[in-house]
């Protein structure tokens, strides 16, 4: 895990807590899931337009209600992530839900409110590891 910061999310045009993970050479560059919930869109940074080599983002929804963007980046080489999800999907908690590729970076956009388990430096496993808790009445833990 390289960052944790508070941020505008340029996806959801809000305040969010950003998590970016960077890949290690013998890293799986597997992305899953942090939430079960739905798919609502694919997105791109507000001012990427329609440009290949924009960032990949997909947000989902939480049947709670909250907001989760997870943002696939471009390999080293300018290779484009693939993404396995589509609009309107349900996916699990852990669920394979995308491929990056070599030297690529992710970006989980939490809600700002979300209290943080990981810090910077630490080595985590997609789909096991609990990045952080959506803050509720009663907390909730993703991974």
Same mark, same amino acid.
């Given at each position: 895990?390289?960052?944790?910061?508070?941020?505008?999310? $340029?996806?959801? =045009?809000?305040?969010?807590?950003?998590?970016?993970?960077?890949?290690?050479?013998?890293?799986? @560059?597997?992305?899953?899931? *942090?939430?079960?919930?739905?798919?609502?869109?694919?997105? =791109?940074?507000?001012?990427?337009?329609?440009?290949?080599?924009?960032?990949?983002?997909?947000?989902?929804?939480?049947?709670?209600?909250?907001?989760?963007?997870?943002?696939? %980046?471009? %390999?080293?080489?300018? /290779? *484009? $992530? #693939?993404?396995?999800?589509?609009?309107?999907?349900?996916?699990? =908690?852990? =669920?394979?839900? %995308?491929?990056? /590729?070599?030297?690529?970076?992710?970006?989980? @956009?939490?809600?700002? /409110?979300?209290?943080?388990?990981?810090? $910077?430096?630490?080595?985590?496993?997609?789909?096991?590891? !609990?990045?952080?808790? !959506?803050?509720?009445?009663?907390? #909730?833990?993703?991974?």
């Amino acid at each position: 895990m390289e960052s944790v910061d508070t941020v505008h999310d $340029p996806f959801l =045009q809000r305040d969010a807590v950003r998590i970016v993970l960077a890949m290690r050479g013998g890293d799986v @560059y597997t992305t899953r899931s *942090p939430v079960e919930g739905k798919v609502m869109d694919m997105l =791109q940074a507000a001012g990427e337009g329609e440009d290949e080599s924009a960032a990949h983002g997909v947000w989902i929804k939480t049947d709670e209600g909250d907001d989760i963007v997870i943002v696939m %980046g471009r %390999g080293r080489l300018g /290779n *484009p $992530p #693939r993404c396995f999800v589509q609009c309107g999907e349900r996916v699990g =908690q852990g =669920q394979r839900c %995308g491929f990056i /590729n070599f030297g690529s970076r992710l970006e989980v @956009y939490l809600p700002a /409110n979300s209290r943080i388990e990981i810090r $910077p430096g630490s080595h985590i496993h997609a789909g096991a590891d !609990l990045l952080g808790v !959506l803050v509720h009445k009663t907390d #909730r833990a993703i991974s």
